[in-house]
């Protein structure tokens, strides 16, 4: 799954969508998120964090379902 929210989208926001993602997610099912570079990491919810990279202005965090 792939999740391109618009960058000024609050992170309550962001972690409101991860939470309904969570529920129809795979055990080791893989979301990426993509926020600006300046973003803090999301809310991960039922998720872990498996890697986190910067380019340029955009962040790229994958979440492996738990």
């Known amino acids: 799954m792939f999740l391109d929210p618009p ?3 609050p992170d309550d ?3 409101a969508a991860l939470s309904a993602l969570a ?4 055990p080791g099912g893989l979301a990426v998120v993509e926020r ?3 973003s803090p990491q ?3 919810h ?3 964090l498996e890697r986190h990279r910067r380019y340029g ?3 790229l965090w994958w979440l492996r379902a738990t």
Request: no cysteine; proline share 9%.
């Open 57 to 59: 202005d955009t962040a």
């Open 36 to 38: 600006a570079s300046h």
């Open 46 to 48: 039922a998720f872990e």
């Open 7 to 9: 960058y000024d989208l």
């Open 23 to 26: 529920p129809v997610m795979a």
């Open 42 to 44: 999301p809310a991960l």
């Open 13 to 15: 926001d962001l972690g």
